[in-house]
């Protein structure tokens, strides 16, 4: 998969995708991220890729001709391919974010994410892309932060990123239910033992235990998960 992000801060992701499991997944080739900055498409002097709202009201607008430049230099080239591509703008006023949504994402080739900053973007850029997301009910200071948030939660996704391919069948948010507590080494701590079931070899009780504990944490931290 292709990761296409849009940012007018490339230096912001510098070291964030070169650790761990997305490392790993780069140096596959299981995933490419391609860093394209705003700035290069604009026309004038100054590089100015904002300006004042019409109508009135504090901070700038990023503009969007720019935007629009920075897509088209993105997308693939060749229309006629079976690539299956996705533009979506990371806006506080975009779907909710969640699981669901990077299984969906996971099934493209190529995602152009585009990271928006200051007060926003010109509303019609939302004619240029196929959705807008939101990781949450808060506002950042760009869509960075979301950008590496989605390449992270669609990449382990994608085959051959994890060794073990059930690794993400029983998470969080997989199942409408929070995932159960899990324990490893040592079996006691400061007191605080390991349930004795764990360690009896029952494998049926096993996951009877740890469902009724997935449904007991649900309760109690995201009782709107079940209802």
Not at 44 to 59: N, Q
Not at 77 to 105: F, H, M, T, V
Not at 115 to 130: A, F, I, S, T
């Amino acid at each position: 998969m292709l990761f296409s992000l849009l940012t007018l801060f490339p230096e912001v992701f510098s070291g964030v995708f070169d650790h761990s499991i997305i490392k790993r997944a780069r140096a596959s080739k299981l995933i490419s991220i391609n860093f394209v900055n705003i700035r290069d498409f604009s026309t004038d002097k100054h590089h100015s890729v904002d300006d004042h709202p019409y109508g009135g009201g504090a901070g700038m607008v990023m503009r969007v001709d720019v935007i629009d430049k920075a897509i088209e230099k993105s997308k693939f080239k060749n229309q006629k391919s079976k690539i299956k591509e996705r533009i979506i703008l990371l806006d506080p006023r975009g779907k909710k974010y969640n699981q669901a949504a990077a299984k969906r994402l996971s099934k493209y080739d190529h995602l152009i994410l585009i990271c928006g900053h200051y007060e926003g973007v010109d509303n019609r850029v939302n004619k240029l892309v196929d959705e807008s997301i939101s990781v949450g009910d808060y506002v950042l200071t760009g869509g960075e932060i979301p950008a590496m948030v989605i390449v992270d939660s669609v990449s382990r996704l994608l085959p051959g990123v994890l060794k073990k391919l059930e690794a993400t069948a029983n998470e969080s948010f997989q199942l409408p239910i929070l995932e159960y507590p899990q324990y490893t080494k040592p079996q006691v701590y400061k007191r605080w033992a390991v349930p004795k079931i764990l360690l009896a070899g029952n494998h049926k009780k096993i996951v009877q235990w740890r469902y009724e504990q997935a449904v007991k944490i649900t309760k109690k931290l995201r009782p709107d998960l079940l209802y």
